[in-house]
């Protein structure tokens, strides 16, 4: 049996648990949301200050070439590429990550239509998950209706599903590699060759992904990708997403949100859109600089270590907190969801409880923070540049205090946002 010292002696041996020191986190509070939004990187505070007084106070609109904010979209993303299996030139951080799914569906749609085989051209479904994070859905449904060109979206109820759902009128598959609800992790190789090989192009969603697991998206053969920069990657609430491009696929990529950043010469101030060169393309308007400016403070602690530490500890976490909520709560109706096999794994653990959401406001107002996802879903993000394992004894040792004695209201009022 595993004991709190021996989650203290993991935490004196563990290369990650110096970097906690970076992140300003609240006393007695165990933080396992940071899938939804990650903890603040104590260097944010400066550097708002910096951004706010000097770059824009004082410096005024000289910043944008004095301090770089022109081509920050760029250059945060060449800082994000490596976590991810991207080269330089292949990444902007910008815009949300459902405007850059649009963008990303438009142009997977696109490069289809203008291939020159007509049975490229014919294609017409949008292939995703049912589970997949509602946005997603929703932007595919959107833009297929907006086309009015007899597109559509074809929802698949299971990973089992999806060979037989790719097929020959499919012209694009859009999944989501780590589920948000379930923590479920697609194999983005077989995946996108499985879409290859029935000759449909694949767009990946990292948002439950960057920063939270290794991803190869060049190497794994992916297509187009899109994520989140607040999650796991800790640069702000609502900071600027992400969208790659390889650079394969960029002389053919085109997108319709074509704003003026996303012109060859945005100064040159003329009256039709020339796409620039490259992943400049992929941009459209003026960026929010304050909150883009953030997410480097989140890069700049992923520089201190490597993705395979991170994965690491996080499976080193999720397999704790597993077995300690198995042993420990054994005597309550607690169902695991999140899938045992570390390769389907992401950062996450999802229980179900038939009171879910009263048991998770119960844990949130003894300050473990996790959050409820419908139907019955107690999901518990972790977060290795911060999360310790004596963390994950006290969590568990919180839930089963909770569950033994009954200690949550099954009426508690539901918040509009969790
Ligand atoms: C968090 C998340 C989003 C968020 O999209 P926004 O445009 O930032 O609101 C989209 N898709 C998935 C899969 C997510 O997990």
Known sequence: MTTRNDCLARDAQDPLA???D?????????????NSLGARPKAALPRAQQVIAQEWGHDLIRSWNTAGWFDLPKRLGNRLAPLIGAADGEVVVTDTTSVNLFKALAAALHMQAADPDPARQARRVIVTERSNFPTDIYMAQGLSSWLERGYSVKLVDSVE??????????????????NYRT????????????????????????????GAVPVALNDDGADLAVGCTYKYLNGGPGSPAFIWVPRRHQAAFRQPLSGWWGHAA?????????????IGRA?????PVVSLAMVECGLDVFDQTSMAAIRAKSLALTDLFITLVEQRCA??????????????????VSFTHPHGYAVMTALIARGVIGDYREPAIMRFGFTPLYTSFADVWDAVEILRDILDR????????RDAVT
């Open 283 to 287: 941009l459209c308007g003026t960026q």
């Open 406 to 413: 009954k200690d949550y209201n099954v009426d508690a009022k």
């Open 18 to 20: 110096a970097l906690r």
């Open 183 to 210: 923590g479920y992790q697609h194999d983005m190789r077989a995946t996108s060759a499985l879409a290859h090989a029935a000759g449909a192009l694949i767009v990946w969603d990292l948002a439950h992904s960057a």
């Open 266 to 278: 945005p100064f040159a101030m003329a009256p039709d859109f020339a796409p620039a060169d490259g």
């Open 22 to 34: 970076q992140f300003d986190l609240p006393p007695h509070v165990i933080y396992l949301d940071g």
């Open 331 to 348: 005597d309550h109706p607690l169902g695991l969801v999140t899938p045992r096999e570390h390769a389907r794994r992401g950062s996450q």
């Open 161 to 178: 599903e999806l060979p037989a759902a790719i097929g020959a009128d499919t012209a694009v598959v859009m999944l989501t590699h780590v």
